[in-house]
């Protein structure tokens, strides 16, 4: 179950380290969801992922959360880009993966809407400011 956002652990510099997973279908669309009611931003959608846990590698992390998400085990991933993003209440560092493999069909772990998207349409799709360069990352790909 998740933790409640205000305690989740904070690098040494008040900055929330988050890692993202950059999954795509045989169309090349990117699978995203929607964040849950009560959460930070609630509704607007996003590229799935979670905090990064005290002893964990950011791969470890990555795993951890996509699998309690989306019930997939990644086999492959690779380090696609970093982006800070300052948001008024709260500052994160996204550490974003290109998941080459996995193993298992996504599926709504914890109820959160999901959607397979093209980079394109990802542009007008309502994802959090934050994910805005991953967008212009995919698109210049």
Do not use: C
Request: no cysteine; aromatic share 6%.
């Amino acid at each position: 179950m998740a933790q409640n956002e205000a305690d989740l652990p904070r690098a040494a510099d008040g900055v929330l380290h988050v890692l993202v997973g950059l999954i795509e279908d045989e169309q090349g669309r990117i699978l995203v969801n929607r964040r849950r009611a009560g959460t930070h931003m609630a509704g607007h959608w996003e590229f799935p992922g979670g905090k990064l846990d005290e002893g964990e590698s950011p791969r470890e992390a990555l795993d951890r959360e996509l699998a309690e998400e989306l019930g997939i085990v990644v086999l492959e991933a690779e380090p696609f880009m970093l982006h800070r993003h300052d948001y008024p209440e709260r500052r994160v560092l996204l550490d974003i993966w290109h998941v080459a493999r996995f193993y298992g069909e996504p599926r709504p772990l914890e109820g959160q809407p999901l959607a397979w998207v093209s980079p394109v349409e990802l542009m007008d799709f309502g994802l959090l400011p934050a994910d805005r360069p991953i967008v212009d990352a995919l698109l210049r790909r």
